[in-house]
C-alpha cells in the first residue's frame, strides 16, 4: 500500500494536531505499512508536508477547470470560500508553499492552469515576465495570501476575494503596455 493513500488520516488527525506531532511511525501504523516504507516515499517531513498539501489541494481545494479570465476569478472566488470552510487544511497549504520546494513533485493543477492561461493571452509577453506574472496572480490567489488576510486583518473570503482581484489588476497593469489582450485587462476589472 502507498504512503499517499494514508495520508487522508493524516491531514484528518492534522486538524486537531500541530502537523510536526503526526510521527511517521503513526503514519506508517495508519497506512498498515513499514516505518522504512514511508521514509523512502517521504526521506524528510518537508516532502510528506508538499506531498500531504498537493493531495489537500486536489481533494478540497481543487478550482473549476477555467479557460479564460472570468474562469480564473470564478475559481479564485470559489478557492477562497473553501479556505474559509477548512481553514486547518488551508493552513497546511499556506505553509507547504512557505517551506523550501522539494524535487520530484509537479506544480499544483491551479498553478499551471494560471501559467497555461497567462501563456495564452499573452503570447507576446517575455518568457520571463511571463512567469513573473503567472507566480504573482498564483500567490495572490495561494491559501498563504488567505492566511495572512485572514489572521493579519480578520478578512473574510468575499474581502480577501476583493483584495486579490484589485491585486491582479495591478500585476496585469504592470506588464508592458499591448501585451495583454482587452478581455484580460477588463476581466480583472470587475
Known amino acids: 500500500r502507498s504512503p499517499s493513500r494514508g495520508l487522508g488520516d493524516v491531514y484528518k488527525r492534522q486538524a486537531e494536531t500541530s502537523f510536526d506531532e503526526i510521527s511517521y511511525r503513526e503514519l506508517s501504523t495508519a497506512v498498515g505499512i513499514s516505518e522504512r516504507t514511508v521514509y523512502r516515499h517521504f526521506p524528510t517531513r518537508t516532502h510528506l508536508l ?4 498537493l493531495a489537500l489541494e486536489a481533494q478540497l481545494f481543487a478550482p473549476a ?11 479564485v472566488a470559489q478557492r477562497f470560500g473553501a479556505f474559509d470552510q477548512h481553514p486547518a487544511e ?3 497549504l499556506a505553509r ?6 522539494v524535487s ?9 492552469s494560471v501559467s497555461a492561461l497567462v501563456e495564452e493571452t499573452a503570447p507576446g509577453l517575455n518568457p520571463r515576465d511571463r512567469r513573473r506574472t503567472a507566480s504573482a496572480l498564483c500567490w495572490f490567489a495561494s491559501a498563504g495570501f488567505w492566511a495572512r488576510c ?5 478578512a473574510e473570503a468575499e474581502e480577501i476575494y476583493r483584495f486579490y482581484r484589485s491585486s491582479a489588476r ?7 503596455e499591448g501585451t495583454w489582450p482587452q478581455t484580460a485587462l477588463v476581466g480583472s476589472q470587475a
Request: glycine share 6%; no cysteine; net charge negative.
Open 65 to 75: 477547470v477555467f479557460t479564460d479570465w472570468a474562469g480564473l476569478h470564478e475559481a
Open 90 to 92: 488551508a493552513a497546511l
Open 170 to 176: 495591478e500585476v496585469l497593469r504592470a506588464a508592458p
Open 50 to 53: 508538499t506531498r500531504t498539501a
Open 150 to 154: 485572514r489572521t493579519a486583518f480578520g
Open 104 to 112: 520530484g513533485y509537479d506544480s499544483s493543477f491551479f498553478a499551471a
Open 96 to 101: 507547504a508553499a512557505s517551506v523550501s520546494p
